[in-house]
């Protein structure tokens, strides 16, 4: 009998928020997206193992990714999220 199990993460867009990049100082448009990584078995996804969030910067000069704390994601959806 074969048991077929793994993980699989995937984003999600929440939209974009203002504000400074960290990395390269440019005020523009970040990208605030969520990863979720979920247990799987036989692909179907079963369990929620982990919940990450990412702001990306959209400089064509830095394209940096940068994780975040939820307290900080959720803060930065008060402030305004425009949806693409």
Partial sequence: MFLIFG???KPEALGWVGGPCRVCGQNGSRLLIREVTRFSLF???LIKVRTRYVVECHNPMCRSVDRISKSEAESLMRGGVRTA
Wanted: aromatic share 34%.
């Fill in 7 to 9: 993980f699989r993460t």
């Fill in 43 to 45: 692909f179907i996804p």
